[in-house]
């Protein structure tokens, strides 16, 4: 059985249907442009999607939030945020174009209207988002001083605007810049696959 489906039951057959559909997508598009590793692909689901929906363990949106995805790759983990939040728009921002052209052929193919992507630098882009979303793509001191101006200071949520960071392994130096304001989780608490073991997501909020 598909993992998503083991720890979120109640999906609509839409969603399932897009999660589905994700798998071909990806295997297609990864043959041509390389998003995802290719000895990851045999954990698609695991490793990516169910990576990303840790997010909506930990929290869920307010009709009408505003997302940024940054340094998103192929879409991850907006992409699979996307497909669980309807209501919730996603931007899906990076800085490597061909990457972004497999981003927005493939939202496009989900039917996925909730969500932009954008080929541009997160310093440079301008806009204003409850929540920032990534997979560790650079350490949480140097990711907030990229992304810490897209912001926005008015709340909707049940938890306060802030970046919202999956990332693994010991991050006390990292995050001991933002001690007081940072909540770490353990995916190992949500999901019991072994590659949940060292994993973490980071709330920062400012």
């Given at each position: 059985?598909?993992p998503?489906?083991?720890?979120?039951?109640?999906?609509?057959n839409g969603?399932?249907?897009q999660?589905?559909?994700?798998?071909?997508l990806?295997?297609?598009?990864n043959?041509?442009?390389?998003?995802?590793?290719?000895k990851?692909?045999?954990?698609?689901?695991?490793?990516?999607v169910?990576?990303a929906?840790a997010i909506?363990?930990f929290?869920?949106?307010q009709?009408g939030?505003?997302?940024i995805?940054v340094?998103?790759?192929g879409?991850?983990?907006?992409?699979?945020?996307?497909?669980?939040?309807?209501?919730t728009?996603?931007?899906?921002?990076d800085?490597?174009g061909?990457?972004?052209?497999?981003?927005?052929?493939?939202?496009k193919?989900?039917k996925?209207?909730?969500?932009?992507?954008?080929?541009q630098?997160?310093?440079q882009?301008?806009?204003?988002y409850d929540?920032?979303?990534?997979r560790?793509?650079t350490?949480?001191?140097d990711?907030v001083?990229q992304?810490r101006?897209l912001?926005?200071?008015?709340?909707?949520?049940?938890?306060?605007?802030?970046?919202?960071?999956?990332?693994?392994?010991?991050?006390?130096?990292?995050?001991a810049p933002?001690k007081?304001?940072?909540t770490?989780s353990?995916l190992?608490?949500?999901f019991?696959?072994?590659?949940?073991a060292t994993?973490?997501?980071?709330?920062v909020?400012?």
């Amino acid at each position: 059985m598909n993992p998503v489906y083991k720890y979120f039951p109640n999906l609509t057959n839409g969603q399932r249907e897009q999660y589905d559909r994700m798998l071909a997508l990806y295997t297609e598009w990864n043959q041509r442009i390389n998003v995802i590793s290719r000895k990851d692909m045999d954990a698609f689901y695991e490793h990516h999607v169910l990576h990303a929906l840790a997010i909506a363990r930990f929290t869920s949106f307010q009709p009408g939030t505003r997302i940024i995805d940054v340094g998103t790759g192929g879409g991850f983990p907006g992409m699979p945020l996307a497909v669980f939040f309807p209501e919730t728009e996603f931007t899906l921002l990076d800085s490597i174009g061909k990457k972004i052209l497999v981003a927005d052929t493939i939202a496009k193919e989900l039917k996925l209207s909730n969500v932009t992507a954008i080929h541009q630098r997160s310093e440079q882009h301008r806009g204003q988002y409850d929540f920032i979303v990534s997979r560790a793509v650079t350490t949480l001191p140097d990711f907030v001083r990229q992304t810490r101006h897209l912001l926005s200071p008015k709340q909707k949520n049940a938890i306060g605007n802030g970046i919202l960071y999956l990332k693994g392994g010991d991050l006390s130096k990292e995050t001991a810049p933002f001690k007081k304001r940072t909540t770490i989780s353990d995916l190992s608490t949500w999901f019991e696959e072994p590659f949940f073991a060292t994993k973490k997501l980071l709330h920062v909020t400012f």
